[in-house]
């Protein structure tokens, strides 16, 4: 599936749903803005996260009393009403990509169709990996290799100490060719074919993938691919995709 299709398909669920509800024609006002570190993570124990490290920000939208975020690299600030964001360019334009994921998110979370559409804070990414460990033993007991997309230190030093092998993938090159918790972190794109086409028997794939387009690389390869995060939230919901995530529990 092409970035075009997946995001043209993905705005046309949502609008059908917005249908349903009856909301797709309210003026709604919507307001979008990056979160600080301490706002979107809380204080951990860990300071590599993405987050954290500046690498890339996580944006908030706000939808009547309803908020969804979205992690991306393009952040910017948006106030304006609903039918503006639906007409935002999200095949081309990251900064309109990354709202559009926002609102929906948030708005998906208000009508109660989706849940972990905020990050987990302070101790909550430590209980995720735990929480995810346990879901991966209970619902995949034949698997043995991992293939970890996108940087994420507590589920990354998780996986490290389990029975799981795994490996990891990263588009930043800050990251690229480090040992992180005894794992090196290889090229999300020269490695994509070894490390997820030959390598793995699941892929755990942040939602993040979502922002940057790269998504469409894990979408129907033949391959087991549960997403992570907040950021793809309302999205696997309306794209039919597994997802698993306990922010829900921790934010």
Do not use: W
């Amino acid at each position: 599936m092409t970035a075009e299709k997946f995001f043209e398909e993905l705005r046309r669920r949502f609008i059908a749903v917005l249908d349903e509800h009856d909301i797709g024609d309210e003026p709604v006002q919507i307001t979008c803005r990056s979160l600080t570190p301490e706002e979107a993570i809380g204080k951990t124990k860990r300071q590599d996260f993405p987050i954290i490290t500046g690498d890339d920000v996580m944006i908030q939208a706000q939808f009547r009393d309803s908020f969804g975020q979205a992690f991306t690299d393009a952040p910017t600030a948006f106030e304006g009403t609903l039918s503006e964001v639906l007409d935002m360019d999200i095949v081309n334009d990251a900064h309109g990509r990354g709202l559009f994921i926002a609102v929906m998110n948030a708005v998906m979370g208000y009508l109660g169709l989706c849940r972990g559409n905020v990050h987990c804070r302070t101790e909550g990414p430590e209980y995720c990996a735990q929480d995810m460990l346990g879901f991966l033993r209970r619902e995949y007991p034949d698997v043995e290799r991992i293939a970890l997309i996108g940087y994420q230190p507590a589920l990354l030093d998780m996986l490290s100490h389990s029975e799981y092998d795994v490996r990891v993938l990263d588009l930043n090159p800050k990251n690229v060719g480090e040992v992180r918790y005894g794992v090196k972190v290889e090229g999300g794109i020269k490695d994509y074919d070894e490390v997820v086409m030959d390598y793995a028997d699941l892929v755990l794939c942040t939602g993040s993938t979502a922002c940057n387009g790269s998504i469409v690389n894990f979408i129907d390869i033949g391959k087991e691919v549960v997403f992570y995060g907040t950021t793809f939230s309302g999205g696997a919901v309306l794209m039919d995709q597994k997802r698993s995530c306990f922010a829900h529990l921790y934010a």
